[in-house]
């Protein structure tokens, strides 16, 4: 069988990692979505949150699993026995600090290959940090993310 992560902030999980996932569901057995816990960033989302939108953004893909880790994530590859890193690509912009994150795990575990999705065009402008931009100031949301996420976001920005 073989397993992929696809590993992430995730917060919140947009509509372009949706896509990511589910294209990526088609290319492997089983995806794990490996939420991270990092104490050094402040997320707007507790690890448990990201678990609980993403499980339900992603309920129809019946490969996909949820779970938050911490730590290394070639670890957490060999842990989940995962053979393959998933990664989104939107831009340019975004291949210095890929091309740097994978040159960092394929030193430390040659054996875990990365793979790239390019992101389809309709959502290569997206980004968690745009959605919680657009929702912080009240602008439409709802093509973004799941009705749930805007949901949510909406709880944490105006109630009070
Ligand atoms: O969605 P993000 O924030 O761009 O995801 C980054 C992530 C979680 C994939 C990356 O920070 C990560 O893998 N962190 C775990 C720690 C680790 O393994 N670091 C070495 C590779 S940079």
Redesign the pocket.
Known sequence: MRVAIY?????PFTNGHCDILKRAAGLFDHIIV?V?V?PS?SCLFSPEERVEMISEAAKDIVNVRVIHFN??????CHQTKACA?I?GLRAVSDYE?EM??FS??HQ?AKDIETIFLMSSPRYSFLS?SIVKEVARYKGDISKMVTPLIEEKLKEKFYSS
């Open positions: 590993p992430g902030s995730f917060d490996g991270l990092n960033k730590g290394l994530l070639v670890d957490f890193i990664r600090f740097q994150m960092v795990n430390l968690s």
